[in-house]
């Protein structure tokens, strides 16, 4: 639901601290001073809870989180028997094999043509990057109440009108065909591209000049070659985090799915376009059915951490570049 | 400073600090209100809190701050602080109700038996008291489990279809009398850019539930789902001619209990609620007037879907007596505030049959055409209907009336997940 925050993209050439094992307790006091705060919030608040949601998985916990009704696996088996539940998990499937590949695609190209900039890259750098600072919600509501309102004065509407279409179209109700997804891709791509734009930018400046001027010097002189067998090799480790993150927050979709989708007072949006995530939310605070909600709370974890360790296995995530 | 700040003083301090913020940020109690009433006289020695979702009329805050103080003058032990909860209402209060802090007081739409069960809620006749027989019973039964009632009504809220006079005689439009006249009206007056109906932002919202009941089939017998049957398949693929229509208006900026579409001519009926009656007038003057859903067909039935609000009393309360002292003294003898409430800012129907009896402004207008409906057609949604139960329906329902399933395939299916459901409701 809220971005992770941005591991800085690996820069290869591990540095291995000295092996100095001289018993040094103060510093190791400070050590433990300044992170316990951190640590015992994280635990406390993270781990626990996380732990204690696996318990309540096992329970049936309607209306209370209280632990001690246990049955087993039952939830599991209401959940994944649920079409609602695995018709999400297509869904989400789906949104995430669309919206990665086209995320990193325009991202990478946004940070190469910006890069390639003579003047005016701090402008256009800042541009992009703008609508990362804009919250989920609010960009839903953007889209849904003035972009794509289905009435005949929303900015789509008009602009077909301008185009000869003079049938006003409801963009979020029109589920065949799914003109939904128009609205919900978009909204996406603008609000998270400029932010992995960044991270290819920051990627790009770090790969050393001279390798392009001994490039040049060796005859390569299109910049597709040049893109190809350097700058794109170069950008591996950012590439393969770029993924990761993408992957993560993919099947992590809520906000704009929930904002657009919804209509706040009268529950959740209908069958279509609804994540995982929405889903346990309406089983969980709709329905009071906690148990189900947590267990599908760690049937989603184990989907994203499959697709990681998948995306990891075949991009050789952790692999340094030395060996790569 | 006599000294520079060592290394050990700054970590301490900054444990300090964090600690600080962790426990001060622990201690901000309700932090989704979105305005709160400060109790009144500090010499209370209960506090109890009151929720309420965000009702959409001026002055209605400023009302219920108001009552609060009242009582709490009138009872100088008992504090009471109002939390206006905007937004998506129904999830904060059942997460907050999980907690030994959630709300003393808090108003919702049902009352389930898990509710029960989870103590969630209180039983509430002796609140009701002798004043019980003066309640609309119809009102009071989907409340009732295991002989005991678990709420007090504070609003009736039926709702119906909205339309604009001059609308309908400008397209030599009548009030229909049956779902097939209804959808030819709301398809002739489909023009321009103005549509003929809306009913939601999805396009079908709650027509999917109620031109079924118009059809005679309430989707629900007591423990029995009964929505796998051909009337229902009937009345949805005549929704779905509706929608493929386009004669409804989907994707405006406010959805359907607002009666914003309607007053700026996006279309010229709107399925709302007897709440939108004054803003409404407002607004059109007596160029409005509303009808009941029209029975489907010959055997059919009209229907005015009768919603509200009602209170309860966390089970979970320290101060449960308190509570309740507080709910009856404001919604069963303050007649006064009740009156106020129903009728000063949106038109709701008061619950107590003499309060709603002496009403008057129900009994001027479209009010009274509404009035009239509910007295003929007023229809209470089942009790078990539950969020849970009906999720397998409102899911079939999109996928007949949105993508041409098979409706009878479709229902079929539903109607076993929904029953499967149903039968893990515990009895009381």
Known sequence: MTTAAPPRPATGRPRRAPGRRAARWPAWRAFLLLTLPMVAGLFLFKYVAIGWGFLLSFNDARGTIALGDWNGLENYRRLLGDPAFTRSLVTILLFTLFIVPVTFALALGLAVLVNRLRGGRAFFRTTFFIPAAVSYVVGALVWKMSLFSGTPSGVANSLAYL??????????????????????????????TGFYMILFLAGIQQIPAQLYEAARVDGAESEARLFRHITWPMLRNTSVAVVL???????????????????????LGGADGRTPLIYLFQTALGEQNYGAGSAGAFVVTVLIVVFTLLQGRFAGFGRSEEEG | MHRPLTRRGLLKGSVLFVAGAAVSACSTGDPLAKGTAAPAGSGAKITLTHWYHEYGE??????????????????????????WIPGDYATKWTAAVLTPDGPDVYEVNDVSPNMVKAGQVTAMDDVLGAEKADFNPKVLAPYTWGGQVYAVPMIVDPMLVFYRKSLFAKAGVGVPTSFAEFAAAARKLTQGKQKGLF?????????????????????IDDRDITYDDPKVVEALTAVKDLYDAKATLQGYSTDWWDPGALINGAAAMQWVGLWAVPGLTEALGDDFDAFALPPFGPGG??????????????????????????????????????????????????????????????????AKTVMDAVAAHGIKQPALWTAEVR?????????????DADAEKTLAEAAERSQDILDKVPVL
């Open chain 1, 163 to 192: 185009l000869g279409y003079e049938e006003s179209i409801g963009w979020v109700a029109t589920v065949d065909p799914p003109l939904y997804w128009i609205v919900l891709v978009t909204v996406r791509l603008w609000l998270q």
């Open chain 1, 245 to 267: 993150l993408l992957i993560i927050n993919a099947f992590q979709a809520f906000d704009e799915f929930y904002n657009i989708l919804a209509s706040n007072l009268s529950g």
């Open chain 2, 58 to 83: 001026e002055g209605t805050q400023q009302a219920a701050m108001k009552y609060a103080a009242d009582f709490t003058k009138a009872n100088p032990d008992i504090a009471v602080k109002v939390s």
């Open chain 2, 199 to 219: 009913v939601g932002n999805d396009g079908v919202g709650p027509l999917g539930q109620m031109v079924p009941w118009s059809n005679g089939n309430l989707l």
């Open chain 2, 301 to 366: 039935q009209a229907v005015v879907n009768m919603g509200g609000w009602v209170q309860v009393v966390n089970g979970k309360s320290r101060n449960l007596e308190a509570a309740k002292k507080y709910v009856r003294w404001l919604w069963v003898e303050n007649t006064a505030a009740q009156t106020d409430w129903s009728l000063a800012y949106g038109f709701h129907i008061p619950p107590r049959n003499s309060a709603a009896a002496k009403a008057d402004k129900l009994n001027t207008g479209p």
């Open chain 2, 391 to 403: 999720q397998p329906y409102t899911d079939a329902v999109t996928a007949i009336v949105k993508k």
